[in-house]
């Protein structure tokens, strides 16, 4: 998709108070502002952000991510700051502990397969490790989207970092999950057209 930068601003974004456009989902409520405004889409390159997105990215499926980052502490906390290797040395007895920890999102499945990408985390530094394999999925350009209804879910990378990251013994990687990350980390910029965050991560002019 092109990214003519004069192309007409987005008919889904809201000016706020201060100024600036927002999409209507980070126009309102201040924790989803604030992540909007200062983290989404910003590069991100070291190994324990890029697992701890990814694990965060798994536990958000069937959820609203303010859910998830309402329960942000609490999963770092829970999750040894999402430290590749202590998660990856977790047992059945740390499972139960997580279990029973209200403070997080306890389902099991989920909490198995964090400590599963753990270990392949870990595995996976004997090829380049997490960061490099997922960035060289980057695409080509980045979507231009101008209303909500253009911002893509999937995409051919997203499908095809899925794969690779399934190839390597990772869990809870599908597609739309795979996209959602990439636009986290900063590796696509699905900002709308006209706000003031699109164009801001120095990944794409």
Known sequence: MS???AAAPSSDL???????????????????????DVEWGMPVRDERGV???LSLEAFQSGLSWRTILAKRPAFRAAFADFDPDA??????DD???????????????KIRAT??????TVALRADGGLADLVWSFRPA??????????????????????????K????????TTMHALMEALGIVDTHLVGSHRRGTSGVWD
């Open 51 to 53: 697992f701890e997105r």
């Open 95 to 109: 499972v139960a502990r997580l279990m029973a920890d209200a403070g997080i999102v306890r389902n099991q499945a």
């Open 141 to 166: 350009e980045t979507p231009a989207p101008r209303t909500a209804a253009e911002v893509p879910t999937t995409s051919p990378e997203s499908v095809a970092l899925s794969k690779a990251l399934r």
């Open 168 to 175: 390597r013994g990772f869990a809870f990687v599908g597609p």
């Open 115 to 120: 400590i599963t990408n753990a270990n392949a």
């Open 14 to 36: 809201v000016i706020g108070e201060d100024g600036l456009a927002r999409p209507v989902w980070a126009s309102v409520d201040p924790v989803l502002r604030a992540y909007y």
């Open 87 to 92: 998660v990856a040395g977790f047992d059945e």
């Open 3 to 5: 990214t003519d930068p």
